[in-house]
C-alpha cells in the first residue's frame, strides 16, 4: 500500500515568507509525528497528533510554528516568518497508534535564504 | 527529559566484518528502542526495535542487545555488505504516548 507522503519535496523561500509543508499518512494511522532534521543530526521531534488533537507540541521551537490535522488524517505544519535557520529537512511520520512503529515520509527541504 | 547519546559518529568496516553502534539513555523509564537507517537523501526506514521486557533480538545478520540496568542497547550487523553503507540512528521513547528521542547517527561506511 501507500506510504507516508510529503509536499512539496523541495522548498525554497526568502526570509520572513510564510510556508505550509503538508503530510499525507498512511491510511488508518491515527498517530502523525513531524520532526525536523538538520544536517549531520537525528530527527528532532516538533509535534504528535493522536486523531485530530495536538498531543503534545513541546517541539516547536517558537510561536511561529503552528500544525494542524484537522480531519485526522492529512497535516500541514505551517511555519511563519522564516529564519534562516529554520532551513532543514522536515520530515513526518504516522503510526497505528502511540505504541507502534513509525513510518516515516521522504521529507521536505527547506531552504530559507 | 530523555537523552540518548549515540556512538560512534562514524564507523568503516571491511566487508564481512561486524559492526556494532552502542546508545545510552537517561531515562531509565523508557520502555521501546528502535533502531532506524538512513541512505543518504532518503527517509529513514525500522531495521529493528526491541522493548525493555526483552534483553535481546534478532532479525538476520541484524541484532538490538538491552542492558536496562546500563542504560544502554546496542545494534550488531554481522557479515556487513556495501548496501549496508549509510546513517544508522537510534532513539528511545519513555512511555507510549511520548515521543521517540533520536541520537545523533552513525554513519557506517562498508569497504569492498
Known amino acids: 500500500g501507500a506510504g507516508v507522503s510529503q509536499t512539496p519535496s523541495n522548498k525554497v523561500t526568502e526570509k520572513g515568507k510564510y510556508v505550509e509543508l503538508r503530510c499525507d499518512p498512511i491510511?488508518?494511522?491515527?498517530?502523525l509525528y513531524w520532526y525536523r532534521q538538520s544536517l549531520g543530526q537525528g530527527p528532532e521531534f516538533l509535534i504528535y497528533?493522536?486523531?485530530?488533537?495536538?498531543?503534545?507540541d513541546s517541539g516547536l521551537p517558537n510561536d511561529r510554528f503552528f500544525a494542524v490535522r484537522p480531519e485526522g488524517s492529512v497535516s500541514t505544519l505551517k511555519i511563519q516568518r522564516t529564519e534562516r535557520g529554520d532551513s532543514a529537512v522536515y520530515l513526518c511520520?504516522?503510526?497505528?497508534?502511540?505504541?507502534?512503529?513509525?513510518?516515516f515520509g521522504p521529507g521536505t527541504r527547506l531552504t530559507v535564504l | 527529559g530523555e537523552n540518548v547519546e549515540q556512538h560512534p559518529s562514524t564507523l568503516s568496516v571491511q566487508e564481512g566484518d561486524s559492526a556494532v553502534i552502542k546508545c545510552t539513555y537517561s531515562?531509565?523509564?523508557?520502555?521501546?528502542f528502535p533502531w532506524y537507517k538512513q541512505e543518504l537523501g532518503k527517509r529513514p526506514q525500522l531495521i529493528i526495535d526491541?522493548?525493555?521486557?526483552?534483553g535481546e533480538k534478532k532479525d538476520q545478520r541484524i541484532a538490538v542487545t538491552l542492558n536496562k540496568t546500563a542504560k544502554h542497547f546496542s545494534l550488531h550487523i554481522t557479515e556487513t555488505q556495501p548496501e549496508d553503507s549509510a546513517v544508522y540512528f537510534c532513539?528511545?521513547?519513555?512511555?507510549?504516548?511520548?515521543?521517540?528521542?533520536f541520537g545523533k547517527g552513525t554513519r557506517l561506511s562498508v569497504i569492498a
Open positions: 511520520a504516522s503510526s497505528p497508534g502511540v505504541y507502534n512503529e513509525q513510518f
Open positions: 531515562d531509565s523509564a523508557s520502555n521501546y
Open positions: 497528533f493522536q486523531g485530530t488533537g495536538a498531543a503534545d
Open positions: 491510511s488508518g494511522h491515527t498517530a
Open positions: 532513539a528511545a521513547r519513555f512511555s507510549g504516548n511520548t515521543p521517540l528521542v
Open positions: 526491541i522493548r525493555s521486557n526483552v
